[in-house]
């Protein structure tokens, strides 16, 4: 769920150093601790988050492949210090499952049911006709679909209760606050990189999700997705190119403003003051 005018709902990663216990996120949201080095780049068709903390260096690739419905998060992980490091990651979010202007969350939560399916370590979340699904390359080690057990009765985004718990509470079903997390397993020896992909969708029907999953089920495959989407994205903008004397206005005309507006306005349909999903 993408809240509306606050800055503290989203897709987040937490991660937890199983020694020290310090933790962060891959992202500034929610944790905000601060990093030692922090960049955020937007780019046609993506978003990459580079940060470093606790000697730990990340990059988290975002994008939505143009031919399927599903977002894809691509993670690299480097041990920059000389020493063994085990981490634990915890993807969140929370389910909604209709449109933005639906606003009353408690009765819609009340018709979504979850489960698990653990062979393939994959989280489904149903909603009348439709899936939501969530999974990742490797296989989970838990997981929790209920906003109540994962942040806890006094816990907030920033300090969530499953950060403090070994393991993640593995509750399903109806009746649940629903949310989304799958918990991961991560060792990195000194110097060591490691590559991992999350994936968030919907689909209408299981076997469908599993088609898809295992279409994006490896770091090989997500950057051979990445690289056809940024060619699909620079194939659209520049079949007309518009040359003045201004630069910047050469750059928002040839570029960001035709991307903006059919990423935003014509897929997303989330124009200003339009982010129910209707077009006209």
Not at 122 to 137: E, L, P, Q, T, V
Not at 141 to 168: Q, R, W
Not at 262 to 269: A, D, F, K
Request: with cysteine.
């Amino acid at each position: 769920e993408q809240d509306l005018i606050r800055d503290n709902w989203g897709k987040y990663i937490y991660v937890r150093d199983n020694a020290s216990k310090q933790t962060w996120s891959l992202a500034w949201k929610p944790v905000s601790r601060k990093p030692d080095y922090y960049e955020c780049r937007h780019g046609v068709g993506y978003t990459t988050i580079n940060s470093v903390n606790c000697s730990i260096k990340s990059e988290m690739t975002v994008f939505v492949p143009p031919e399927d419905t599903l977002e894809v998060w691509l993670v690299k992980l480097v041990n920059e210090s000389a020493v063994p490091r085990s981490m634990t990651l915890f993807s969140y979010f929370e389910w909604f499952l209709g449109h933005a202007s639906e606003s009353h969350r408690e009765l819609h939560k009340l018709f979504i049911h979850t489960d698990y399916d653990k062979k393939k370590g994959i989280i489904f979340a149903r909603k009348n006709d439709y899936f939501g699904f969530h999974a990742a390359s490797i296989k989970p080690v838990s997981f929790d679909t209920d906003k109540e057990t994962l942040i806890g009765m006094y816990g907030t985004l920033e300090h969530p209760a499953f950060l403090e718990k070994e393991n993640c509470a593995r509750r399903q079903g109806r009746g649940n606050d629903a949310a989304a997390s799958l918990q991961l397993e991560v060792n990195l020896g000194p110097r060591e990189e490691k590559e991992i992909v999350f994936l968030v969708g919907v689909n209408r029907s299981k076997p469908g999700i599993y088609r898809t999953v295992r279409k994006y089920d490896s770091p090989h495959k997500a950057r051979i997705s990445l690289d056809k989407t940024k060619t699909y994205w620079e194939n659209l903008i520049n079949k007309t190119v518009v040359k003045t004397q201004n630069k910047a206005f050469d750059i928002m005309t040839n570029t960001w403003l035709k991307y903006q507006s059919v990423s935003g306005r014509i897929n997303g349909r989330t124009a200003y003051y339009q982010t129910g999903g209707a077009i006209g």
